[in-house]
RNA sequence: GGCCCGUUCGUCUAGGGGUUAGGACGUUAGAUUUUCAUUCUAGAAACAGGGGUUCGAUUCCCCUACGGGCUACCA
């Protein structure tokens, strides 16, 4: 590694949601540069109008901020190397674009996308570049006075690189090692575009070597353009300062073949992005990791050992265990197939470690959601001790928590009533009697002074134990009954009982 | 089609010239929990195929197959 400060960038472009891949492109860029005391840049990439969707950014920011992925520099925070958007850069791009040019490594085309379309239509494995780019409109074949009349004239135009027709290319990609490719097999990209917007491959290139970026992380889908961006790298006379190149493996569909897709979720189930995005043109909404209840935490930590593991039998690790454990070696190669019930298991473990007490914000959420309101944070505090360990998603804790609020709406009648008898009556009454008569009541004297209780009315303890349980929550769930007494307290757990005595009764 | 990347249980993966090929999720069975979830114990489950190299390949090399990505004035 060099003895330049590290610097990395995520660069998303503003199109919509932000995908699983996405994060965890954002993690490893993060994980990186924290390691390696590094700058971690957020830069936007809004080079293409039409596609461009509004709100998208400050979303972005948001999935980041929930993550806990700061970076050191964005477009709100600022930093030496602004502005952070490219639409704000545009008039940077043009003036290197015509210095390639003026090189002789890119050169003016004028043909319309329809012109193109149409010999791709007609042309199979049409491709601009070397077969062709001599038979098309560009200052390649025009004249330069033809050239020239052109410009002034204002006609629309674009810059494309010049792709060097039997060049053998290679770098030192971080995870897979020596790539390499011949210059040929790629199209002259378009640089500049006709609006006089660069294209994604101008702009990386400028950008990172503007923003002084020293090691880019991107999927693995960019690996067949590399190529492009060396020789642009090389062209420029940047390639002493290029940034080390790490491609990262795709996450796959988990059933079929595929990248992890939008619809994917929708079809199997669970949410691809990170937080919900509501689409405003098509009215849509796709949930996200978010929404579904997953703690941050808990979804960080699942995209980390998609891909990454620290070579020891550990999966859980806090954001700063993973910042520390971090190496680039031992991320993998191959895409993995996405898994949500592992996911789920990640957030059961994370929910599990978590403190009540950092619990509580979202549970009071939950709760308030379904109209719940808590007023007793205490009482709440020990509650999500005692339930924490059965919930896998945050929206869990409603159904292993609600009973602590509100008296049971409806009760498992099935499985008390065919068995119920007036004796379990009498029990029930009797068991009122003690309750009303003991001071401060605790779980194990409650229970012994149950059991003895049934042992007297000879009346099995198991078979009234099922009974006090729906009294007390409604159905067949929850923490130990005794426990689910204690901390509804005397007054309320008497209350619960005569109320359902009623029902069982009739 | 062309180019590039990849391939260890169903899934995520560890390992690496000689191992009973390890773990996790899921799954199966049993135990515990007088509810459910948990927990515990046990089990089934993998080196894509073919050639090399080697005393010995799952591990290194090549080929094939398969999978994935890219092939836009999108990123």
């Known amino acids: ?37 590094g700058d971690f840049v957020l830069r936007i990439e809004d080079t293409d109008q039409s596609r461009y969707v509004k709100g998208a950014e400050e979303y972005i920011l948001e999935c980041l901020e929930w993550c806990g992925l700061i970076p050191d520099e964005s477009p709100v925070a600022g930093g030496r190397y602004a502005p952070y958007r490219q639409s704000e850069r545009k008039a940077i791009y043009r003036e290197y674009a015509e210095r390639l040019v003026m090189q002789g490594h890119a050169y003016y085309a004028f043909d319309t996308p329809e012109e193109l379309e149409r010999n791709r239509h007609e042309i199979p494995n049409f491709q601009y570049g070397h077969a062709y780019r001599d038979t098309l409109r560009n200052s390649l074949t025009l004249t330069q006075h033809q050239v020239d009349q052109l410009l002034d004239a204002g006609e629309p135009h674009v810059i494309r690189i010049k792709m060097p027709e039997n060049e053998h290319i290679h770098f030192n990609d971080m995870i897979r090692g020596n790539v390499s490719f011949e210059t040929g097999q790629s199209d002259d990209k378009v640089l500049l575009k006709a609006d006089g917007m660069p294209t994604y491959h101008l702009a990386v290139v400028i950008d990172d070597y503007l923003m002084k970026i020293t090691h880019a992380f991107r999927g693995e889908e960019w690996l067949p353009s590399a190529p492009v961006h060396l020789l642009l790298w090389e062209y420029l006379g940047w390639k002493a300062d290029m940034p080390q190149w ?24 669970f949410p691809v992005y ?20 997953f703690l941050p935490e808990a979804f960080l930590n699942l995209l980390a050992m998609l891909g990454w593991n620290d070579g020891t039998d ?30 789920k298991w990640f957030n059961s473990e994370w929910i599990r470690k978590s403190e009540a007490r950092s619990l509580k914000p979202e549970v009071i959420k939950v709760l308030a959601g379904k109209g719940i309101v808590v007023t007793d944070d205490d009482f709440l505090l020990k509650v999500i001790d005692l339930v924490k ?41 009797s068991f009122i009697g003690i309750l009303a008569k003991t001071e401060d009541i605790s779980a194990a004297g409650l229970e012994q002074a149950f059991k003895a209780l049934a042992e007297e009315k000879a009346i099995k303890a198991g078979e009234l134990m099922l009974p006090f349980r729906i009294m007390l929550v409604g159905g067949k769930f929850g923490p130990h009954v005794f426990d689910i007494a204690v901390l509804l307290g005397k007054a309320e757990t008497i209350e619960r009982i005569e109320k359902a005595l009623e029902t069982f009764k009739s």
């Open 314 to 343: 550990s999966e859980i690790f806090t954001l700063g265990e993973l910042v520390e454990k971090f190496s680039i070696e031992r991320v993998n190669k191959a895409g993995a197939k996405f898994d949500f019930e592992k996911a």
């Open 274 to 293: 990170a937080m919900s995005w509501f689409d405003e043109r098509t009215g849509e909404l796709t949930p996200g990791f978010r929404e579904l209840g």
């Open 1 to 37: 590694m060099s003895d330049k400060k590290v610097r990395v960038r995520f660069a998303p472009s503003p199109t919509g949601g932000l995908h699983l891949g996405g994060v965890r492109t954002v993690l490893f860029n993060y994980l990186f540069a924290k390691k390696h005391g």
């Open 246 to 269: 790490a491609h990262l493996p795709l996450i796959l569909k988990p059933d079929g073949h595929g990248k992890l897709s939008k619809r994917d979720g929708a079809r199997l189930g």
């Open 389 to 429: 360990e059965r919930c896998i998603l945050l929206p869990d804790f409603f159904h292993q928590l609600s009973y602590f609020f509100e008296q049971p709406k409806e009760y498992d009648l099935a499985s008390v009533k065919p068995k119920w008898t007036d004796a379990k009556t009498e029990f029930f009454i």
